[in-house]
């Protein structure tokens, strides 16, 4: 069963993804708030929201796994309720309720926004590339992988588990030597769509 660790984030924790949010809401700059924490935000970030490395140093300590010189965890945040968000979560909630052989091919979600999905916090995994020089990663200097074949062969297996792809080629990653997708808003079940509520509106 997916479980939404509402406990994971310290006081400090939930006052950054409440503070990055009202920034995005408001259109300020989240740089202050990015620098204060000494991090550097990830490329991409198209679809409305900001994704950026949860300091360890917000996550109490029993949530965090082996210590590693990278974040454990990232916080994907926007300043409205996001669909893009709202999929990801749902598509996690079904993977766990189906197995872990589904479970296994998505980066783990371990808490979230659960009343107007702004945000969530996932298992930071090592990104892989299709390109071996991606310019994305280089200029932001997040370690990456090449593969260029890992994409659609991560697509066949989840096809073969009856998942849909809208936008495998950039989003795969690798966690505890297993590819899994890492953005999984544009996947869906092929026999039972996930449908967005009214109220979260569709342009986002
Ligand atoms: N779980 C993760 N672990 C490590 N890095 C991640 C993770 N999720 C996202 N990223 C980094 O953030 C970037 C953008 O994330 P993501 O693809 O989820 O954003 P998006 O809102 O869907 O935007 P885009 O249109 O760029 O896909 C990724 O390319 C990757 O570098
Ligand atoms: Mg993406």
């Given at each position: ?52 490395p949860l300091p360890d140093s917000l996550v109490k300590d029993d949530s965090l796994g082996e210590p590693d010189s990278e974040s ?92 849909t792809v809208e936008d495998v080629e950039m989003n795969v990653g690798v966690l505890d030597d297993g590819v899994c997708m890492m ?22």
């Amino acid at each position: 069963m997916s479980q939404n660790y509402s406990n994971l984030l310290t006081e400090e924790g939930k006052e950054f993804i409440e503070e990055l949010s009202t920034a995005l809401k408001n259109r300020d700059s989240i740089e202050p708030i990015v620098e204060e924490h000494g991090i550097t935000e990830f490329q991409g970030g198209s679809g409305g929201r900001e994704i950026l490395p949860l300091p360890d140093s917000l996550v109490k300590d029993d949530s965090l796994g082996e210590p590693d010189s990278e974040s454990y965890f990232v916080v994907k945040v926007s300043g409205e309720p996001l669909s893009h968000n709202y999929r990801e979560i749902k598509v996690w909630e079904k993977a766990c309720e189906l197995g872990w052989e589904h479970e296994s091919l998505f980066a783990p979600v371990h808490a979230w926004d659960e009343e107007e999905y702004k945000w969530l916090i996932m298992r930071r995994v090592t990104p892989i590339s299709p390109h071996r020089d991606d310019i994305a990663y280089l200029l932001s200097g997040q370690e990456f992988l090449y593969d260029p074949d890992a994409p659609a062969q991560l697509e066949e297996r989840l096809n073969e588990l009856g998942w849909t792809v809208e936008d495998v080629e950039m989003n795969v990653g690798v966690l505890d030597d297993g590819v899994c997708m890492m953005d999984y808003g544009g996947v869906d079940r092929n026999n039972n769509s996930i449908d967005i509520p009214d109220w979260m509106g569709s342009e986002n």
